[in-house]
């Protein structure tokens, strides 16, 4: 599997943006998401989707200000990013598994980063 992150730039406080991760290779039974990293923290998981159904999952810290989908024909996964906060400053990172996923060990794939940056 190999993932492609691309969308990210700089916004005020309150704004919005979208991420976009295009998926190639046997991504059919994977789980796809987003982590994101800021400076000088850990890697945190931010959402995730079941490539090939309907579930979804977020971070407490991104739920009701994000939402995560899928364009199955362009085997392209979004980040919307909507209310975006100054703590959402961070690289963020599209990921895959075979398995679900919370935390970085479960992860199979990366892709590279892409840089949100929201100031106040």
């Known amino acids: 599997v190999q993932l492609q992150a691309s969308g990210g730039g700089s916004v005020q406080a309150g704004g919005s943006l979208r991420l976009s991760c295009a998926a190639s290779?046997?991504?059919?039974?994977?789980?796809i998401g987003w982590f994101r990293q800021a400076p000088g923290k850990e890697r945190e998981f931010v959402a995730s989707?079941?490539?090939?159904?309907?579930?979804?999952d977020y971070a407490d810290s991104v739920k009701g200000r994000f939402t995560i989908s899928r364009d199955n024909a362009k085997n392209t996964v979004y980040l919307q990013m909507n209310s975006l906060k100054p703590e959402d400053t961070a690289l963020y990172y599209c990921?895959?598994?075979?398995?679900?996923?919370?935390?970085?060990?479960?992860?199979?794939?990366w892709g590279q980063g892409t840089q949100v940056t929201v100031s106040s």
């Open positions: 990921a895959a598994s075979p398995r679900y996923f919370t935390t970085t060990p479960e992860v199979d794939y």
């Open positions: 290779g046997r991504i059919f039974r994977n789980v």
């Open positions: 989707l079941i490539w090939s159904g309907i579930s979804t």
